[in-house]
């Protein structure tokens, strides 16, 4: 990539926050020239990118953008679209991905971070509502992970609760982990309750408007209580975003090297809160090399500590979307 000044792939091996400050940096001054919707937006605050010098002044654009424009580098085209878990009435958000071999690298090396080696490790999913609408950002990692981990039985399950049930009573003593969409791990435990003190279960995604709405903790004691685990993991991820961040347990997150959240001022969006204080979650996310990796999402959160965060809520009025949605 032209005015860029080091390979892109060295985001993975980052080690410092000096580091990735400064990659930062140089990303966004390459974005504000090369991303046309990121360049029009930066022009529209009347900045001008080249006095920003520390990431706190940088321009998250908003997510929404991603709705209705094409957020991509203007020399390249994409290698696939991916479309968020929305409805036809609030739009689908749509991701303009040039470089799959990128995301590939974000989203393994970002889950062996948080789970070790994904080889022999049992990947079940349980996503009936990303797979019937398809395009899915979860969908096309997840189908990676699964053949990554080259274990027999792991697989998609979709209407399939007896299968299901039938694999986790015989994976008892092996390394597995069950991701799922909130309301489907409800329904599944719902029917039947399983004893499975070693599985990971980790959900993601929500209700989408199939459940009433819970809060975290409760959800999690009902989960923990079905499966028979002593806590519940999450998957913070979404549509517009090629890396993830994983949470194993009471909703505090942590993200990988190459990823930071910095929340902002709910009646100041373009000032950003101190720590521990509850605003609007900005995701940098460095793979996003060839869309934009400041994005201001619709998210309330809160950072607490080096690398973690947890999320609060959601803004009033904004759209069920492909994120962890609990109210805290």
């Keep these: 990539m032209s005015n860029l000044s080091f390979d892109i792939k060295t985001i993975f091996d980052i080690n410092s926050d000096l580091e990735f400050n400064e990659k930062a940096l140089k990303i966004f001054h390459w974005q504000a ?3 046309p919707v ?3 937006y930066i022009s529209s605050l009347e900045l001008k990118s080249g006095n920003i010098n520390k990431i706190e002044e940088i321009p998250f654009l908003p997510i929404q953008f991603f709705k209705s424009r ?9 290698e696939i679209i991916f479309k968020s878990s929305g409805t036809t009435e609030t739009g689908r958000s749509q991701h303009f991905v ?5 995301y590939q690298q974000s989203f393994t090396k970002g889950f062996e971070a948080a789970y070790g080696d994904i080889y022999n490790t049992c990947i079940i999913a349980l996503l009936p509502n990303y797979q019937e609408q398809g395009d899915s950002s979860l969908i096309y990692m997840i189908d990676s992970l699964i053949e990554q981990s080259g274990h027999s039985k792991s697989g998609f399950y979709l209407n399939e609760n007896n299968a299901l049930l039938d694999t986790l009573l015989e994976l008892r003593k092996s390394k597995t982990l069950l991701i799922g969409v909130t309301y489907a791990l409800l329904d ?3 029917k039947q309750k399983i004893d499975f003190s070693n599985l990971i279960v980790m959900e993601t995604g929500g209700m989408k408007g199939r459940r009433k709405e819970i809060v975290r903790e409760e959800l999690h004691e009902i989960l923990c209580a079905g499966f028979g685990v002593s806590k519940i993991h999450s998957e913070y991820g979404m549509t517009e975003l090629l ?4 949470s194993c347990g009471n909703g505090v997150f942590n993200t990988p090297a190459w990823m930071k959240i910095l929340i902002r001022e709910i009646n100041d969006p373009l000032s950003l809160c101190k720590e521990n204080k509850t605003g609007g979650v900005n995701v940098i996310d460095l793979a996003n090399i060839n869309s934009c990796c400041f ?3 619709q998210d309330l959160g809160r950072v607490i500590g080096n690398d973690q965060f947890e999320i609060i809520g959601r803004f009033d009025n904004s759209d069920t979307r492909g994120c962890n949605l609990m109210i805290g």
Excluded: C, H, M
């Excluded at 094409?70 to 994409?78: C, F, G, L």
């Excluded at 890396?243 to 994983?246: E, I, K, L």
């Design 70 to 78: 094409e957020v991509i580098e203007k020399a390249n085209a994409p």
């Design 295 to 297: 994005i201001s999402t």
């Design 98 to 102: 040039s470089d799959l071999n990128l």
């Design 33 to 35: 020239k090369n991303i």
């Design 243 to 246: 890396s993830q961040a994983y």
């Design 38 to 40: 990121y360049k029009e």
């Design 188 to 190: 599944f435990i719902e």
